[in-house]
Antibody, heavy 121, light 110 residues
Framework: EVQLLESGGGLVQPGGSLRLSCVTSGFTFSNYVMSWVRQAPGKGLEWVSGISDSGGSTLYADSVKGRFSISRDNLQDTLYLQMNSLRVDDTAVYYC??????????????WGQGTLVTVSS | QSVLTQPPSVSAAPGQRVTISCSGT????????VSWYQQLPGTAPKLLIYDNNKRPSGIPDRFSGSKSGTSATLGITGLQTGDEADYYC???????????FGGGTKLTVL
């Protein structure tokens, strides 16, 4: 059974940092592109970032470029999102998502339960 | 403002059919596959349709997808109260080099 379990969310002040983790199981993690997608309270889905199967290629939404960094540990089957210079409008539930097939970046067949990040003073 | 455009809400009676549209451009829907996600209240999104019109195992054939040019459509037949949810379309945008979603459509089964 495929499982994705996010952690690391919480309350942080504007300008602060957080590191999210997504521990996975039930599939060969190193074979798939992984992504982070967020959802602000009462709003729609927003793609945040993606990372290739090897970790050698990363992409970011313009809204987080230069502030967030995605990475992965293929030995620990874990995905990370380092978030720096956090802003109030980064407040959202952050989901990790698995791509549905090899080498694909944008169709997600499994999602975690999400972790809430609240940026407030 | 979402890159893909969906109606904010649709409604229909139980047993009826409803369609949800998703409009984009040549740099996103026109050149990439479209997927659809169902998000029940308080839960994570769930993949309903991928590759424009394919259903993952376990998704009933009441759900269907289609794409034409720069638009895509999700169809749901035999509506049930359990189908009440938010529905999102998604694809890739070649110009942005980013994943993109529609703003979401809230389905109400009257």
């Amino acid at each position: 059974e495929v499982q994705l379990l996010e952690s690391g969310g919480g309350l942080v002040q504007p300008g602060g940092s957080l590191r999210l983790s997504c521990v996975t199981s039930g599939f060969t993690f190193s074979n798939y592109v992984m992504s982070w997608v967020r959802q602000a309270p009462g709003k729609g889905l927003e793609w945040v970032s993606g990372i290739s199967d090897s970790g050698g290629s990363t992409l970011y939404a313009d809204s987080v470029k230069g502030r967030f960094s995605i990475s992965r540990d293929n030995l620990q089957d874990t995905l990370y999102l380092q978030m720096n210079s956090l802003r109030v409008d980064d407040t959202a539930v952050y989901y990790c998502a698995k791509s549905s097939r090899l080498l694909e970046w944008y169709q997600y067949d499994y999602w975690g339960q999400g972790t809430l990040v609240t940026v407030s003073s | 403002q979402s890159v893909l455009t969906q109606p904010p809400s649709v409604s229909a009676a139980p047993g009826q059919r409803v369609t949800i549209s998703c409009s984009g451009t040549t740099s996103n829907i026109g050149n990439n596959y479209v997927s659809w996600y169902q998000q029940l209240p308080g839960t994570a999104p769930k993949l309903l349709i991928y590759d424009n019109n394919k259903r993952p195992s376990g998704i009933p054939d009441r759900f269907s997808g289609s794409k034409s040019g720069t638009s895509a459509t999700l169809g749901i037949t035999g509506l049930q109260t359990g189908d009440e949810a938010d529905y999102y379309c998604g694809t890739w945008d070649d110009g942005l080099r980013a994943g993109v979603f529609g703003g979401g459509t809230k389905l109400t089964v009257l």
